[in-house]
């Protein structure tokens, strides 16, 4: 079966456990499904907070993503890829993003999986603005998110490895 890919940037919130058993249902092809769920956390540097707001550039950001898969499955044996991440108002608890990758075996998966998030908190245009209480600020990309995200510049494919 030929990869499928799935690119969603919503508001509403989304069920994690459908959209992962949707990506597999009747697939027999795939051999390991690895998820990434990013939920909103309740502070941001010790200081309780109470909502993200995540805006982004309508177009461009999906077309980021894509590119991002795109890669992804160059240097991987990927048969699916999802990603949905949310947009505007978030309340701790809730889902901000799903990252599924799909292949034959699992080493596949995880390596894509954690190549993907990498790139989205680093790279894809969303711009995140916290809400504490003493007021509002931006969020920029943290130190420790830019240097996960050099651990796969310069790599070559993985490809032949993976399978």
Same mark, same amino acid.
Do not use: N
């Given at each position: $079966?030929? $990869?499928?890919?799935?690119?969603?940037?919503? *508001?509403?919130?989304?069920?994690?456990?459908?959209?992962?058993?949707? $990506?597999?249902?009747? *697939?027999?092809? &795939?051999?390991?499904?690895?998820?990434?769920?990013?939920?909103?956390?309740?502070?941001?540097?010790?200081?309780?907070?109470?909502?993200?707001?995540? @805006?982004? /550039?309508?177009? $461009?950001?999906?077309?980021? %993503?894509?590119?991002?898969? @795109? @890669?992804? #499955?160059?240097?991987?044996?990927?048969?699916?890829?999802?990603?949905?991440? *949310?947009?505007?108002?978030?309340?701790?608890?809730?889902?901000?993003?799903?990252?599924?990758?799909? #292949?034959?075996?699992? @080493?596949?998966?995880?390596?894509?999986?954690?190549?993907? %998030?990498? /790139?989205?908190?680093?790279?894809?245009?969303?711009?995140? +603005?916290?809400?504490?209480?003493?007021?509002? #600020?931006?969020? !920029?990309?943290?130190? &420790? !998110?830019?240097?996960?995200? +050099?651990?796969?510049?310069?790599?070559?494919?993985?490809?032949?490895?993976?399978?």
């Amino acid at each position: $079966m030929p $990869m499928t890919t799935l690119i969603r940037l919503q *508001r509403e919130p989304f069920d994690v456990a459908a959209e992962a058993a949707q $990506m597999a249902h009747g *697939r027999t092809d &795939i051999g390991a499904l690895v998820t990434f769920t990013g939920i909103c956390r309740a502070d941001e540097g010790g200081e309780p907070i109470g909502a993200l707001t995540l @805006e982004h /550039y309508p177009g $461009m950001a999906e077309a980021e %993503i894509a590119r991002h898969v @795109e @890669e992804a #499955s160059a240097r991987w044996p990927l048969l699916g890829v999802t990603v949905i991440h *949310r947009c505007g108002r978030i309340l701790p608890g809730e889902v901000i993003v799903l990252v599924a990758t799909a #292949s034959r075996h699992r @080493e596949a998966a995880f390596a894509a999986a954690s190549f993907l %998030i990498d /790139y989205l908190k680093t790279r894809a245009p969303f711009w995140k +603005q916290v809400q504490t209480r003493t007021g509002t #600020s931006w969020i !920029d990309a943290k130190a &420790i !998110d830019e240097a996960a995200v +050099q651990r796969w510049a310069g790599r070559p494919p993985e490809r032949e490895a993976a399978k």
